[in-house]
């Protein structure tokens, strides 16, 4: 399955390259959702890819049932355009996978504007999409990760969105910052207990109480 799409990944960009057709950043997650028998690792796996898909095919939908074993979902525009797009998933009896059972993929109705904005775009996306970008930039701001997801994947980003996408990035890549400065003072007022004699200071800003240096 992974060499299959990567084959149609390939011939896609080559395609594209060839018609001078920009190519996007979130172009392989139409590929994400396929049919009935494709196998995820769990439903966590499952609303991931479904949320992909989605905002690259430019439409939403909700949840019938959201639960650990099964999901069913539908496009929003059932209701007032008759919407016939739907997909249900359960895991197996085993418990170990989870499995497309049920995919009609045939919109009935006008889909949204594709690739410009997606009120499934979460933070969680964001922070998984640029860990690699604040590994070597860390200091990004999110106003420029705005700016990158508009170009390299053709969504408008909101400001709030990138900016919980950079600190949850941050955290994965370099832990919770507030338990790191907690986990300073531990360590000076046990050093000082153990090394009598030996000056530590550690500065706050007596107004915000934020950190601003230590001297060891």
Not at 1 to 8: D, E, G, Q, S
Not at 15 to 25: E, F, G, K, T, V
Not at 45 to 74: C, H, P, V, W
Request: glycine share 4%; with cysteine; hydrophobic share 40%.
């Amino acid at each position: 399955v992974i060499n299959f799409t990567l084959k149609i990944w390939v011939w896609m960009v080559l395609w594209m390259m060839r018609a001078d057709i920009p190519i996007l950043l979130c172009d392989p997650w139409k590929y994400l959702i396929k049919g009935v028998g494709q196998e995820f690792k769990d439903c966590i796996m499952f609303r991931e890819a479904l949320q992909k898909f989605s905002i690259k095919e430019g439409f939403d939908y909700r949840f019938l049932k959201n639960e650990k074993k099964r999901i069913t979902a539908e496009c929003t525009k059932k209701v007032d355009m008759g919407c016939k797009w739907r997909i249900h998933a359960t895991s197996d009896s085993s418990g170990l996978f989870f499995y497309i059972r049920e995919y009609i993929a045939q919109h009935t109705c006008v889909l949204g504007v594709q690739h410009r904005s997606s009120k499934r775009m979460s933070s969680d996306i964001v922070a998984k999409e640029v860990l690699h970008q604040i590994e070597r930039f860390p200091l990004i701001k999110p106003s420029d990760i705005v700016k990158d997801f508009s170009v390299k994947y053709g969504v408008s980003l909101s400001y709030n969105i990138a900016y919980y996408g950079v600190e949850k990035a941050r955290s994965y890549l370099f832990g919770n910052y507030m338990i790191s400065y907690d986990q300073l003072r531990i360590y000076i007022e046990r050093s000082m207990r153990c090394n009598p004699g030996s000056h530590m200071v550690l500065e706050v800003d007596e107004e915000s109480k934020r950190f601003r240096r230590s001297f060891i």
